[in-house]
């Protein structure tokens, strides 16, 4: 009899056994068929979810988190929800700034699915910058112009990104523990509207001589401003390669439309050659619009002194632009009118005395308002671009007239 009940017993301890074993088993199994890269601070941070559903968790990265950081303190510090039409996201990340031998393009990815602005909505500006620059990120406001500005601490990011390579795991959550301020200097909030530093531009004098944005003072106030006036989205790539909108910018902006409307390409990339003569900020705008780069031999740079200057008379002292159509062999010459720029945007004889003085407030003063009085004339390219001259060329001029040495404003009779 105990024989019998310690026999039957065994054998159910064994079945119980054989269960539990299998259910261990397949629990083992299942832990084993789970995503290799699952990581534990997914669930930490339930705010992480868009952007873990949009980049894997198996690829989550340190430079992820970054702009998942500074979009997420954006968004306590101007108070706002993810996808709020109001706000404009603005960083250097991914064009071209790197943290050491580290491309920052994943924190592209953190700002866009945190904040939700992108590329797509025109909420989101690329700001080109050279590969060493400090990576950074702003936030603006269409409706308080308030900018929030965070600029990543390089070492410390190169030190994560070095731990990611080896634990991945513990370099996210030991990155995720991380205050804001152990991440990012500075982190500044200021208000920027446009009406108010013109008004009052002495306080904000002291803002940039402190560089509260990292030296991205100009480049923030004047993007931020404009795209709160409703920037066009080809005017905002203008703008990312050049980093900032000046007049200068503008000026290129509006002799692009002006070429357009009297000087069409169906091919500019390949049919113009452009020539820079001379060269200003306006000139990335025509690389942007018409494809016209350097690096295509479509555009040439050519630098007039003083002296040369002088020599120039009546509308071709407005001399910005030589296009030639290699297509057509025509050509033509434009000018912008900045007396007709100081006009429009009521500047004062100080203002304009002052340009260039950057030891004063004048020099940002002078461009930001221009800017915005500009902005009214976007689609009125003719109230300051004008055709100096028109012309039939041949390949072998057009040749002569980019080719080092030579003047083409000389050899087109237009300068003495
Ligand atoms: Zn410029």
Redesign the pocket.
């Known amino acids: 009899m105990i024989k019998r009940i310690s026999k039957s017993g065994i054998l159910v301890g064994l079945a119980i056994l054989l269960v539990l074993g299998t259910a261990l088993l397949s629990g083992c199994a299942k832990e084993a068929s789970a995503p290799s890269g699952k990581i534990s601070v997914v669930s930490d941070y339930p705010s992480l979810t868009p952007l873990v559903d949009f980049v894997g968790e198996e690829d989550l990265s340190v430079l992820n988190l970054v702009g998942f950081k500074a979009a997420d303190r954006a968004m306590k510090e101007l108070g706002f929800e993810r996808g709020d039409p109001d706000i404009l996201a603005l960083t250097d990340a991914g064009y071209i700034a790197q943290i050491g031998e580290y491309t920052s393009e994943g924190a592209l990815d953190g700002v866009i699915m945190t904040a939700a602005t992108s590329q797509g909505k025109a909420s989101l500006i690329n700001v080109h910058k050279p590969y060493n620059s400090p990576l950074w990120f702003a936030f603006f406001d269409k409706k308080s112009k308030n900018c929030v500005y965070l600029e990543a601490k390089s070492d410390v990011l190169k030190t994560y990104l070095d731990r990611e390579k080896t634990g991945r795991d513990a370099a996210l959550t030991a990155f995720m523990k991380l205050k804001d301020g152990e991440i990012f200097s500075p982190i500044a909030k200021e208000n920027i509207d446009a009406a108010k530093l013109l008004n009052n531009p002495e306080p904000w004098q002291e803002k940039m001589v402190a560089r509260v944005f990292g030296g991205n003072e100009f480049s923030l106030i004047t993007l931020c401003n404009l795209w709160a006036m409703g920037l066009p989205n080809d005017f905002m790539k203008v703008a990312e390669l050049?980093d900032?909108i000046?007049p200068?910018?503008t000026s290129g902006y509006m002799i692009t439309k002006y070429i357009k409307e009297n000087f069409p390409s169906a091919n500019p990339r390949n049919e113009y050659t452009v020539i820079a003569i001379p060269p200003w900020?306006k000139d990335d705008a025509m690389i942007q619009i018409f494809e016209t780069n350097v690096g295509h031999k479509a555009m040439y740079v050519k630098h007039l002194t003083k002296e040369q200057q002088k020599a120039l008379s009546g509308e071709a002292k407005k001399v910005a632009n030589i296009f030639i159509n290699k297509a057509t062999n025509k050509g033509i010459v434009v000018g912008f009118d900045w007396p007709k720029v100081y006009e429009v945007a009521e500047m004062p004889d100080e203002a304009i005395a002052k340009f260039r003085d950057f030891t004063t407030y004048w020099w940002w003063w002078g461009r930001l308002k221009e800017d915005i009085a500009l902005m009214g004339y976007l689609d009125k390219p003719e109230d300051f671009v004008c055709t100096i001259k028109e012309f039939d060329t041949t390949p072998e001029q057009i040749e002569k007239l980019t080719t080092a040495g030579v003047n083409p404003l000389v050899e087109l009779g237009i300068m003495p």
């Open positions: 050049h900032h000046c200068g910018l900020c």
